[in-house]
């Protein structure tokens, strides 16, 4: 349902795009960015907070995620960048806390994150059993006992729960999905409407998020 959810909103993203006319570098409000009706707390000070919300499964999620640390990486200091990955009702899950338990033990690095990502989309383990989940943590020279513990834990599971109530709370209805300071969303499907490309939509993207966080920025001060 999600994922019909996603093809349905990203063509009426991009119809909605094509009648503004917008660039990414000066982006419109309703076209290549939206306000969220209800505004969420940030805790990042002066600092301007960016949320990916993601999906292991996604392979748009898969494709985006090199530029999008690239563009993380560039901004350094300037934003509070976090990831929330999907929630889900049982489907798929072990993907859902792998991501969870990895980030609750302190080792989930952008190589490893990249690293889960081509092990669905390249070498097609989908990692949707927690079998498999196990063998490839292992595998990347993590404690697999310790991992195992902490994937049974009550902190991933709570987690779980906390993720679900963001996607509500954010209205997150498809992914990869971008919210900049609790306010404004934005994502590769909406970015740009004369891209030939994903990966020029994924470009693209990280182009509307620069002016987006310029924006959060300046509202700070």
């Not at 999906?55 to 350094?76: E, I, M, R, S």
Request: hydrophobic fraction near 40%; aromatic fraction near 10%; proline fraction near 5%.
């Amino acid at each position: 349902m999600r994922f019909l959810k996603f093809i349905l909103t990203a063509v009426t993203l991009s119809a909605v795009a094509l009648t503004a006319s917008a660039s990414p570098t000066d982006p419109k409000l309703g076209a290549e960015y939206k306000v969220l009706p209800t505004p969420q707390p940030v805790d990042t000070g002066k600092k301007v907070e960016v949320i990916e919300f993601f999906d292991y499964a996604c392979p748009h999620c898969a494709g985006f995620d090199a530029p999008l640390n690239a563009w993380v990486k560039k901004q350094g200091d300037n934003i509070v960048f976090k990831r929330v990955h999907i929630g889900r009702q049982g489907t798929d899950q072990p993907q859902e806390k792998m991501f969870y338990t990895l980030q609750a033990m302190g080792v989930l690095t952008p190589e490893l994150h990249a690293k889960a990502f081509n092990e669905i989309h390249v070498n097609h383990n989908r990692l949707n059993r927690d079998e498999q989940v196990f063998d490839f943590v292992a595998k990347q020279g993590v404690d697999k006992q310790k991992f195992i513990d902490t994937y049974r834990g009550f902190g991933v599971a709570g987690h779980l729960r906390k993720a679900l109530s963001m996607m509500d709370a954010y209205n997150v209805e498809f992914w990869p999905y971008l919210v900049v300071d609790g306010k404004y969303i934005t994502a590769p499907s909406m970015a740009d409407a004369n891209a030939a490309s994903e990966e020029q939509l994924n470009q693209a993207a990280t182009q509307v998020l620069d002016v987006l966080v310029a924006k959060a920025k300046a509202e700070k001060k």
